[in-house]
């Protein structure tokens, strides 16, 4: 047995509770992980309340978390690569918040020994994301990218990815973020009243795509407008905006293409050079994970939460 944070219906944090469960066996490509820390992420509360357990087949009891580090514990047939001792760093389809986490090879990584536990926690999810949209949306060296949210685990990493391709990127947050936007290469506007005006004076030559990570509710007409068409802006938090608006959703579930290994090249190019910022919001131990939840449900973060283990 090894022990979870899991949850056996859906609701607020309050029902994430500890169990016990029984420790995985990796099959065929997959590898068991003795965790050391997982991160916390938007979809994690999204899964807890239901709203997306449609998409994702969710069967209950769940246990969330969907990106971790740790040592490779063992491995099953078909993996190379990977051996048992190796220190890595991977995505999942939920059971991060625990002791072990099985994960297929195909999304795991070798973590360097300068990268700390936490901090390599906090890359898989948000790396596969930004290269994502950034492919998705098309977005080209040169061209102005509109980033909503810009300073949260996400917007942190994307920020780093579009600076290294020449990408300007204009993003929002709150007034306390703007110098932190400013390290990271953006240029900082202020969500609220009069965004687009803020917006068309920090971009006078345009928007030419925007992605929308806060999901704030009035964030995909306005970048409908700056950019002149929905086909230009795309949604990782609005499910419903995107179908009202006419607007891109995307999804680590609805990829169609695995981003991981492209994701993870570039997050650890950015570490090597020794250009990369993963800055973490808050730590948790992972016995505190619901309330780890409420906090990143509060928003206004810079960086990621995570959990250690």
């Known amino acids: 047995m090894t022990k979870a944070i899991s949850f056996s219906e859906f609701g607020g944090a309050d029902v994430l509770r500890p169990t016990d469960i029984d420790l995985p066996a990796p099959g065929p490509g997959q590898v068991r992980v003795a965790v050391r820390a997982a991160g916390v992420n938007p979809v994690d509360r999204r899964l807890r309340t239901g709203e997306l357990a449609g998409i994702f087949g969710l069967v209950l009891p769940f246990v969330p978390g969907v990106e971790v580090s740790g ?3 063992a491995v099953g047939a078909e993996v190379s690569g990977f051996a048992p001792g190796d220190e890595v760093f991977g995505a999942l389809m939920g059971g991060g918040y625990a002791e072990h986490a099985l994960l ?3 999304t795991l990584a070798h973590k360097p020994a300068a990268l700390g536990w936490a901090e390599a926690a906090a890359i898989p999810a948000a790396a596969e994301t930004s290269e994502r949209v950034l492919d998705v949306l098309g977005v080209r060296p040169g061209e102005t990218l509109l980033v909503h949210g810009a300073a949260g685990g996400v917007g942190t990493l994307l920020l780093q990815f579009a600076r290294a391709r020449g990408i300007t990127v204009v993003g929002t947050a709150s007034e306390p973020n703007h110098a932190y936007l400013r ?8 969500y609220g009243e009069g965004l687009a005006e803020r917006v068309r004076a920090a971009a ?3 928007v030419d795509r925007a992605l929308d990570a806060a999901g704030r509710g009035g964030e995909l007409p306005l970048s409908i407008e700056l950019t002149g068409s929905a086909d230009r802006v795309l949604t990782i938090a609005d499910i419903e905006g995107a179908q009202r608006h006419g607007v891109r959703f995307s999804g680590g579930a609805d990829a169609g293409e695995s981003y991981h290994q492209r994701a993870y090249a570039a997050a650890l190019a950015l570490h090597g050079a020794g250009t990369l910022r993963l800055p973490l919001h808050r730590v948790f131990p992972l016995a505190e994970a619901a309330e780890a939840q409420r906090v990143s449900e509060g928003g206004h973060l810079r960086g990621k939460i995570v959990l250690t283990v």
């Open 71 to 73: 040592v490779v514990e």
């Open 104 to 106: 297929d090879a195909a």
């Open 183 to 190: 390290e990271l290469g953006a240029i900082p506007v202020t």
């Open 204 to 206: 006078p030559g345009g």
